[in-house]
């Protein structure tokens, strides 16, 4: 780097022969207000000798002189070193200083491959000038600018430079400062860099113009020290790395760094160990990713305790890992640590910013909105939401969608840590039952969208924070909180609230039949059972025992679990004398054993089924009557008798099943697939054809693959039987898909062994 840079204006030259050194001190003494003989009477420094370290003359001062004068313009502890290690390069004999900053490549670097292809496409195209790396502390957001620099050398013969400025510290290095380290290491004589800083930003501008650099920014505090210091349009090119995405700067590109995928945590682990430490231990290779999160800091440092250890095995530290109040302890490896790198964001937060981050940790669910966050501190949810934008900013946080927020497993560890540290444990457990009392009677008032008559009243006492204005508002908000309205319920029982927990279970009956593979109906009925328990209601024991025997088997395919709970539940409403539970557990007996595909058992099935059909005419259930019959048509077909069944099925069609909005529709959708089945068995190929069709298309607009993909193998069979096998084999390769994905091993295997006869 031999050209200078044009002459600009400047409002005070540094004097022929000025040193960096000389160049800072003047800065300092400058932005401190004071004269060389102020300097000199804090600081004890001659006037001659202040004279002297600024026009360059005196080259390097000892470091008693560079303690004094610090103490003197009440530089902080970075400062001062800062302004050290210039005195130290001034002594150096020969040339000028080295760069203030090197970045350091690794060896085992891996994946980030797409955002090295960006960066390859940025810095070497004509448009952007700059790029901003940015994300949370830990993802390797300074390895990745080393790599960076690495693979583009060749683009940039004029080399490369870096300057660490500091972001995370309590004195982030100002830009003016920045300018002159930078200046030094592209090879400006420091005799020509101006004090102004507009005049030395404005030198900085024309060297990199003149030149083909590649210059790295490394860990920016914020707009204000950085933008000083981006190109022209032309030139050279800046990377920045940065936690925040440094929003205010104009002509960047922005690449967000996320974890690690999971196949580049584990080639990064077998990477830094090496074969003979991971050969064989996949499954404990897998779980350590995972127990760091896929976080590139935590898996350097499980890499470099497990290197640093030859007789530990990956599973041992998996076992140590895994309990979740010492991993964070467990992911040290001499000065590297994950709650280091997490305290660096938390202590450049305010306090109410503090505040939330902990009280997220409380959240019982994946990922959280404004109105739910606004419970944990009482702010209104636009504040909440102006809160939850800084965190994203500040790296701490991730916005998995519009509006949803979410903790990465270690930040949520290390939120419950300094929770526990800096506030009362009687305070939490306030915060803790205010938003699972805020999140089941929210959960409650959704539910009553879709209430059918006979349905409780509406939850006693303070309402919901969440009223639905519509059954379209109340399904979006069960759906986007469903991790959470779920999670509340163990804390909710564990707190003994348990005629709230119930009072949810019954306002969400009816909404259950819209999404009934959701496992976390699982969740809701059993606490519920064992609320009706624990308050000696046998009756709403029996009821809660019915749905969960429901949630086993229409939603898990669990049929065995799905027949002891309906039998427990029968039991009870037995001795209570309830006939309309009892015909519900006769209900899901049946189906269960006709589910159970045991053929001997189908005459009994049917005799259930009709127990429960005469028991839901005694109480005048019409929709559980429609239920039962279409499960008795269901026997009565397994049992050879599929004209019946037939006729049955036809005749229940044009019942209605209650005034719940969607459940008609669904019925009928239920009703549909049953006749076709009816038809196949019957042998009526074209009519099972055409029956199938009208059960296909609504199946396709809901939550029921599994149930899709039976009708897809049904059509596909009448297909074959009508000759149409190319459309056969196109509905049976989607049905194993759907069962596949569904996790019906046998069924897709099934499919699949269907797929081979059609060739």
């Not at 348990?498 to 039949?513: G, K, M, N, V």
């Not at 038809?679 to 059960?695: F, I, N, S």
Request: with cysteine.
């Amino acid at each position: 780097m031999t050209s200078h840079p044009p002459e600009v204006p400047q409002t005070e030259a540094a004097p022929h022969g000025g040193t960096a050194f000389g160049v800072m001190l003047r800065s300092l003494r400058r932005t401190a207000r004071l004269t060389l003989e102020d300097l000199s009477g804090a600081s004890g420094v001659s006037v001659r000798a202040l004279g002297d370290l600024e026009r360059g003359r005196s080259r390097g001062p000892q470091r008693r002189t560079v303690d004094a004068l610090a103490a003197a313009l009440r530089l902080d502890t970075e400062q001062r070193e800062r302004l050290q290690r210039l005195a130290d390069a001034g002594r150096e004999r020969g040339g000028p200083p080295p760069p203030p900053y090197l970045l350091r490549t690794v060896p085992d670097f891996t994946g980030r491959e797409h955002e090295l292809a960006e960066l390859q496409a940025l810095a070497t195209g004509t448009r952007t000038r700059a790029a901003v790396l940015f994300g949370p502390g830990g993802q390797g957001k300074t390895t990745l600018a080393a790599e960076a620099v690495r693979r583009l050398t060749g683009s940039f013969p004029d080399g490369s430079v870096c300057v660490q400025l500091h972001g995370m510290s309590d004195s982030p290095l100002p830009a003016a400062e920045a300018l002159v380290l930078l200046l030094v290491a592209l090879g400006h004589p420091p005799d020509r860099i101006p004090v102004d800083p507009v005049a030395r930003e404005a030198v900085y501008r024309a060297t990199l113009a003149t030149r083909r650099a590649l210059v790295v920014l490394d860990d920016a505090a914020d707009e204000t020290q950085t933008r000083p210091l981006l190109p022209d349009a032309e030139g050279s090119f800046v990377l920045v790395t940065s936690r925040r995405p440094l929003a205010g700067l104009e002509g960047v590109r922005r690449i967000r760094l996320g974890g690690l995928s999971g196949g580049e945590s584990a080639r990064l682990l077998e990477r830094i160990l090496g074969a003979p430490r991971t050969d064989g231990q996949p499954e404990a290779i897998t779980r350590l990713t995972e127990l760091c999160g896929h976080l590139p800091l935590a898996l350097r440092i499980v890499g470099n305790r497990l290197s640093s250890r030859p007789s530990w095995t990956p599973a041992r530290l998996v076992s140590q890992l895994a309990d979740e109040e010492r991993r964070l302890s467990g992911l040290v490896a001499g000065d590297l640590a994950v709650r280091g790198a997490l305290a660096l964001s938390y202590g450049q937060l305010t306090e109410p910013h503090r505040l939330l981050l902990r009280r997220l940790s409380l959240i019982p669910g994946h990922d959280t909105g404004p109105d739910l966050a606004a419970v944990l501190t009482g702010e209104d949810q636009v504040t909440t939401g102006d809160f939850l934008d800084l965190l994203v900013d500040r790296g701490l946080l991730e916005e998995t969608a519009p509006g949803r927020y979410a903790l990465h497993d270690l930040v949520r560890l290390f939120a419950r840590e300094r929770l526990d540290g800096e506030e009362a444990e009687s305070v939490a457990r306030e915060v803790q039952l205010r938003v699972t009392d805020w999140l089941l009677r929210s959960a409650s008032a959704a539910g009553r969208m879709f209430e059918a008559p006979g349905a409780p009243e509406p939850w006693a006492g303070q309402p919901a924070a969440s009223v639905p204005e519509s059954a379209a508002d109340a399904e979006e908000w069960l759906i986007a909180e469903r991790s959470n309205w779920a999670g509340a319920l163990p804390l909710m029982y564990a707190a003994g609230r348990h005629a709230e927990i119930l009072h949810t279970s019954r306002t969400l009956y009816w909404f259950s039949d819209r999404w009934t593979q959701w496992p976390e109906w699982r969740t809701l009925y059993s606490h519920g059972a064992r609320s009706a328990a624990d308050l000696g209601d046998r009756a709403a024991e029996a009821h809660q025992l019915n749905c969960l025997a429901w949630a086993h088997g229409v939603g898990a395919y669990q049929y065995e679990q799905a027949e002891q709970l309906a039998r427990k539940a029968l039991e009870l409403a037995t001795e209570t004398g309830d006939e309309g539970q009892q015909a519900w557990a006769w209900s899901y007996i049946s189906g269960a054993r006709l589910s159970l595909e045991r053929p001997a058992e189908a005459a009994e099935a049917a005799e259930a089924a009709a127990k429960a059909t005469r028991l839901f005419e005694a109480v005048g259930d019409s929709a559980g009557k429609a239920v039962s019959q279409r499960v008795l048509g269901k026997a009565l077909r397994e049992s050879g008798r599929a004209e019946e069944a037939l006729a049955l099925h036809r005749a229940l069609l044009d019942t209605s099943a209650g005034d719940v909005p969607g459940l008609n529709e669904f019925v009928q959708v239920l009703l549909r697939h049953e006749i076709a089945s009816d038809l196949l068995a019957l042998e009526r190929w074209p009519e099972a054809v055409a029956a199938y069709r009208t059960v296909i298309a609504p199946l396709a607009r809901r939550d029921l693959d599994r149930f899709q993909a039976q009708a897809l193998t049904g059509l596909a069979t009448a297909l074959h039987h009508c000759g149409e096998l190319p459309e056969a084999r196109e509905h049976l390769t989607r049905a194993h898909e759907l069962f596949a994905a569904a996790g019906d091993t046998a069924s897709a295997a099934e499919t699949a062994a269907a797929i081979e006869r059609l060739g």
